[in-house]
């Protein structure tokens, strides 16, 4: 008999969530996890960016009360005090996530390192034991590039960044994705100078056009964005700082350098290859049910998968669709596998940029004649009360009516995101949309007005004017 029904590698949000439903339904469980309880999102990502870009808005709407009447003056920035909070916010989370509560569950939790030692046996903190099923969900690092120079001048990833205990004096950062958007506007809202320089364009995957409107809001706040530039190398200053030097010859200095070209799957040290588990360079393949394509008893979920045909996906709520995922086809041995169709995606600067399924590149590269209904932000009543300017919701849908994906650029966008990933998921028309009846004043009824467009020109067609007159000559 196998010591365990079921080892989880990782503690992050995919591998608590499989390890606490597995336990709940009677297996014998072992969660083994290395570093803290709640892995990167509790401890390193999610939580701390969040709490971090809490304090830069509020600091943002000080700074913005003067429009409405309000004077407070320029905002003092503590940031031992801001720190303070991003600690209490990560304090408070992390009972759900601890080791007391999970082996309260009857998970018996192992603080080490885990490496395969066969196919179905695992080593850990100086213990070998077999398992009848392994969950690799040991998520992901930041990619720290093969960079001239990188050796001799210290660097911050979205890892360390939280360890600095005063604010730089100019950062300077790598990439203009997600992670380095909301950081850079974050900093810069703290008081902080920052320099963004990507490769491409900032927020590259998302909609050119919710993109531009994200450009013009970070550069209106003083965040230098440096785009289509790539750096050829960084050296020391002589006084501390350093020196990014770029491929067109050009040189920006600053205090602090923060790597943010994205993360890589935290596959070291695994010895997959004693489990016979195929890897890429984006995580364990595994089938679209998450299972490892070349070892029935280990499955992958979270950052670490890399499901056949659609690749991974670095989100905290796609560990716990994994989990779910997991749970049917693991467990219960029903045909569940991964659909991304409706799945949710944010950059949390301020406006948020949300995107839901599919973005208008998406719908046409797979095929689909698509019809994009645009509204912006600034046209609805409660961006007028609010003094909001910036913003637009972009409907992509199919010539039919039927909703592939939604982008939103506004204030707590990714608070709209579950409308529209609930109607993509149900296979729902623009009709549902249309007809709801939303709380006034709100910015979602940007997304209600122009999900009416698909329908004004039938409405206000001549037909329709013709058969209204004959209707209205009857008593």
């Known amino acids: 008999m196998p010591d365990f029904d079921l080892v989880v590698i990782g503690a992050g949000a995919a591998g608590l969530s499989t390890a606490a439903i597995s336990a709940a339904l009677g297996l014998k469980v072992a969660l083994v996890e290395r570093d803290a309880m709640g892995g990167d999102c509790l401890n390193r990502g999610c939580v ?77 903190g100086g213990r070998r034991f077999t398992f009848r099923r392994c969950v690799i969900a040991a998520g992901g690092a930041p990619v ?62 998302e909609d050119p056009e919710l993109a531009d409107g994200l450009r013009r809001a970070l550069a209106r706040e003083g965040v230098e964005l440096r785009e289509g530039a790539k ?16 491929e067109d010859g050009g040189r920006i200095g600053a205090s602090h350098l923060l790597l943010a ?48 045909g659609i690749g991974p ?15 049917r086809r693991m467990l219960f041995r029903l045909p569940a596998r991964v659909d991304y169709a409706a799945l949710p995606r944010v950059t949390y600067c301020d406006p948020e940029l ?51 994906g939604a982008g939103i650029l506004a204030p707590h966008a990714g608070e709209m995101a579950g409308l529209f990933g609930l109607m993509i998921a149900k296979r729902m028309k623009l009709s549902a949309l249309a007809g709801l009846v939303l709380p006034y004043p709100t910015l979602a009824e940007a997304a209600k007005r122009a999900a009416g467009e698909f329908y004004a020109p039938k409405l206000l067609s001549t037909f329709s004017k013709r058969l209204v007159g004959l209707l209205n000559r009857l008593p």
């Open 144 to 205: 720290v590039p093969s960079l001239p120079g990188l050796g001799e001048v210290p660097y911050l990833t979205s890892d360390t960044i939280w360890g600095l205990e005063a604010p730089a004096a100019h950062l300077l950062i790598l990439g203009g994705g997600p992670i380095g958007l909301e950081l850079a506007q974050a900093h810069r809202r703290l008081g902080v100078p920052v320099t963004v320089v990507e490769a491409g364009r900032i927020a590259g995957r």
């Open 48 to 124: 701390p960016s969040k709490a971090m870009l809490a304090a830069a808005h509020a600091a943002a709407a000080a700074r913005r009360a003067p429009a409405f009447g309000v004077r407070v003056g320029e905002p003092e920035i503590d940031w031992a005090a801001m720190r303070a909070h991003v600690q209490a916010a990560i304090a408070r989370i992390a009972p759900v996530d601890s080791e007391a509560r999970y082996r309260g569950m009857g998970v018996e939790v192992i603080r080490a390192s885990a490496h395969f030692t066969g196919p179905d046996e695992i080593e850990a």
């Open 261 to 308: 070209l994205g993360r890589a799957p935290r596959l070291a040290g695994l010895d997959l290859v004693a489990a016979g588990v195929k890897a890429s360079a984006r995580g364990i393949v595994t089938d679209r049910g998450l299972r490892s394509v070349s070892n029935r008893r280990v499955w992958a979920a979270g950052d670490i998968a890399d499901p056949e």
């Open 354 to 404: 949300a995107q839901i399924g599919m973005t208008e590149a998406e719908a046409r590269e797979a095929g689909h004649e698509v019809r994009l209904l645009r509204l912006p932000i600034a046209d609805t009543d409660r961006a007028a009360a609010e003094g909001l300017e910036e913003g637009l919701v972009k409907l992509v849908a199919t010539k039919d009516g039927r909703l592939l």
């Open 313 to 327: 996906r670095a989100f905290t709520h796609v560990g716990g669709q994994h989990a779910g995922v997991l749970a």
């Open 231 to 246: 750096v050829r190398a960084v050296e020391p200053d002589g006084a501390g700082g350093l020196v990014a030097v770029l």
